[in-house]
């Protein structure tokens, strides 16, 4: 690395240091290459480190532990009336979860000698980046990875409506856990973090603007998660769109499409996430942004500029960590001059809710309205000796196959712990196993992952 007149010369910029930066950094770094990773909150970790993934599931994690001890009277263990104080959790939340997969990802950058710059990026053409910030510098690289994120998308046509309208990193923040909450979203970032607020004490009320819960999800696997929604929740609104918000004698209003009009504490906007792909200079460059934002890329990650590659929420949906993540290895190996593509089949889902839903592969809507031949198998998990022993058969697997190959093309989970569940679908797909694979398979018992061969079973009986 050559330092003078602040211009620094490395082989790779990644600009971004989220999960979709930092594991392009990193690999690299294992590859060779001299990497520094420039981002404007000067830390590893991006917004599902610090604002998302990680504090959410933190939070539903507690959510769950109040709800366990609620259930635990039914077989006969009370507890009492649960007491939660906010400092202490804000602390641990803070501090023993993000502060130290923080401090983990900083001891890894520099064991692997990647740099990290404070500042935003802005490219200057295809070689060079202009660093703004406290220490203002240039950066010029041989290629640039482009890792820069989403961020919370605001409710059309509506304003601010003051600071008791929160985002979804605000609402993480946990100020204070209000009486009434109104969620705007019936996505998995509104379910999720309404969960979370219904169980700390919030009376919860959702609105969607769409018909069901989770739109674009196999109904299949919404239907037990909204029958419990709907008894946690005080009030769920669907096909309902919120058309005003004003703050009214420290209060909010919010007017519905209904023609209803509620006052509530706070409220929550959760309608989805934006790529953060504007003002990074990329018309200097060659490479090609969307009208909705999106960098666009090829299987191996690289831009229509042969210098500039782009990784994560960036480049499109899915907007998942992981696919960020795997993205990021392969625009690094792409680098190295190794083989690689982001090819995979199967990009696995999960909403963190209770109950959690999870799949992979081709769904059975997905199926329909392709006019593709599918065989589907349902096994409710009323079946399964493990579940009954969790006092939680409410959950449900499907599975999807070809009906020629018996190849499985999709599975479905809802269920506690359907988000581990899902690695072995999701390496089902992937692998191009056959249903008859799953069901040879021995299972242990009892547990749920024998749901996934009760189901392969189950298609096998009917062959």
């Known amino acids: 690395m050559v330092m003078g007149d602040l211009v620094v010369e490395v082989d790779v910029a990644v600009v971004g240091g989220g999960p979709g930066g930092y594991s392009a950094a990193f690999r690299c770094a294992e590859l060779g290459l001299e990497t520094v990773v420039v981002d404007a909150t000067a830390r590893l970790g991006g917004a599902c480190l610090f604002e998302g993934c990680i504090p959410s599931k933190a939070l539903l994690h507690v959510a769950a532990v109040l709800d366990e001890a609620e259930r635990a009277r039914e077989f006969g263990v009370d507890f009492g009336a649960p007491r939660v ?7 641990w939340k803070a501090e023993r979860v993000v502060g130290k997969l ?3 990802l900083a001891a890894v950058a520099k064991a692997k ?17 202009r660093v703004e910030g406290e220490a203002p510098q240039k950066i010029r690289f041989k290629h640039a990875i482009v890792a820069t994120g989403s961020a919370p998308s605001a409710l059309p046509g509506l304003g601010p409506g003051g600071d008791r309208v929160l985002d979804s990193t605000a609402a993480l923040e946990l100020r204070d856990v209000p009486e009434r909450l109104l969620v705007v979203g019936g996505g998995y970032i509104g379910l999720e973090l309404g969960q979370v607020y219904a169980a700390l004490g919030s009376r919860v009320t959702l609105v969607e603007m769409l018909d069901g819960l989770l739109p674009g999800v196999d109904r299949d696997l919404v239907q037990p998660l909204a029958r419990r929604v709907d008894k946690r929740f005080a009030k769920i609104h669907l096909g309902t769109k919120v058309v005003a918000l004003r703050e009214a004698g420290g209060a909010v209003e919010a007017g519905l499409s209904s023609g209803e009009t509620l006052a509530v504490d706070r409220v929550l906007v959760a309608v989805g996430r934006r790529p ?6 990329l018309e200097t460059t060659r490479a090609v942004v969307d009208a909705r934002g999106f960098v666009s890329v090829d299987e191996r990650c690289r831009t229509a500029d042969p210098h500039v590659l782009a990784v994560g929420d960036v480049t499109g949906e899915p907007m998942l960590a992981h696919r960020a993540m795997r ?27 209770d109950p959690e839903v999870a799949w992979c592969g081709l769904t059975e809507p997905d199926a329909v309205r392709a006019g593709r031949p599918v065989r589907v198998a349902r096994f409710p998990w009323a079946a399964s000796g493990r579940a009954a022993t969790l006092g939680r058969s409410d959950g449900l697997t499907k ?15 809802v269920g506690p712990g359907a988000g581990e569940l899902v690695a072995e679908a999701t390496l089902a797909v992937e692998a191009a196993l056959t249903v008859e694979d799953l069901a040879a398979t021995i299972h242990a018992h009892p547990t749920l992952s024998e749901t996934l061969m009760e189901a392969a079973e189950s298609l096998l009986r009917r062959a």
């Open 327 to 353: 993205q990021g290895k392969v625009a690094a190996e792409v680098l190295a001059g190794l083989p690689s593509a982001f090819d995979n089949v199967a990009v696995p889902a999960v909403v963190f809710t």
């Open 399 to 413: 599975l999807v196959a070809d009906p020629e190959t018996g190849r499985v093309l999709g599975v479905g989970l």
């Open 113 to 129: 000698g990647v740099e990290l710059v404070s500042g935003r990026a802005v490219f200057e053409g295809s070689r060079e980046l």
């Open 102 to 104: 923080a401090r983990g």
């Open 276 to 281: 953060q792909g504007a003002g990074l200079g």
């Open 85 to 91: 104080a906010l400092d202490p959790l804000r602390t």
